[in-house]
């Protein structure tokens, strides 16, 4: 597959109307990848789907999956998405027994490996590891629900990420993820980040695929600016 440039922008399937879910999907096919929540009403307090409705999903999207596990337990159950074909596999580290791991079976099953950290949690555990990783998600909200306030305290630590990543000549992702919109992109970008993820911002916009190109300018001037 060839991989999209960055900026790359994942609208979040959150956002979208869930009953009509392949017209929603349809939506954003100028957009890079489409961001999956898997939400087990376990690790975060909300409820969404499971494998079975992704691989609906991945049946009808028009662009590649980045799945975001918001679960308990990823290491059991981490690998089933990646069975599905799911482009991409976020996991927690916060609930991952065995990270490096579970990274090692996802690419293994062919699928990019991702990790991804709350607002509190810090990064600098990862610096070590972050060959084992294709994607890091700095969460710019508490994970749990869409259409929260991005957390600017977030930055430092994803700045941080950006300086080690750039030190080391590492080509993992830096990807941001919760209160992404047009004003505050920029921020995100200037600080590091070249993956984006929007749910609100895109699936709330008049016009879907000029979000998705107005949010990718946005970060790319941003980012040559940080
Ligand atoms: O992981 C998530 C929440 O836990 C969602 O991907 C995120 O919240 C996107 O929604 P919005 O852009 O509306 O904040
Ligand atoms: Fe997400």
């Known amino acids: 597959m060839d991989l999209p440039r ?3 922008i994942n609208p979040s399937i959150l956002a979208a109307d869930f009953v009509n879910m392949q017209a929603e999907l349809a939506r954003i096919a100028t957009a890079d990848f489409a961001h999956v929540d898997v939400m087990d009403n376990h690790f975060v307090p909300n409820l969404t789907f499971g494998p079975q409705m992704v691989e609906r999903i991945q049946a009808t999207s028009p662009i590649p999956l980045d799945v975001h596990l918001m679960i308990t337990d990823p290491d ?4 089933e998405y990646a069975e599905i074909g799911a482009a991409s596999v976020t996991f927690h580290l916060e609930a991952a027994a065995d990270p490096v791991s579970l990274a090692r079976r996802l690419r293994d099953i062919g699928a990019r490996a991702g990790v991804a950290i709350k607002p ?16 890091i ?7 749990g629900f869409g259409g929260q306030g991005f957390l600017p305290e977030t930055m430092p630590k994803l700045r941080a990420l950006a300086d080690e990543v750039r030190r080391r000549g590492s080509q993992v992702w830096l990807q941001v993820d919760g209160g992404i919109s ?3 992109i920029e921020q995100a970008a200037a600080a ?13 916009a008049d016009d879907i695929e000029a979000a998705v190109t107005r949010l990718r300018d946005r970060a790319r001037a941003a980012s040559l600016e940080g």
């Open 6 to 8: 960055a900026p790359r």
């Open 76 to 79: 059991r159950w981490a690998p």
């Open 120 to 135: 509190g949690t810090p990064v600098e555990g990862l610096y070590s590891v972050l060959e084992e990783f294709d994607q």
């Open 137 to 143: 998600l700095v969460m710019t909200v508490e994970p």
């Open 182 to 184: 047009d004003a505050t």
């Open 192 to 204: 590091g980040a070249d993956t984006f993820v929007a749910g609100s911002a895109i699936y709330g």
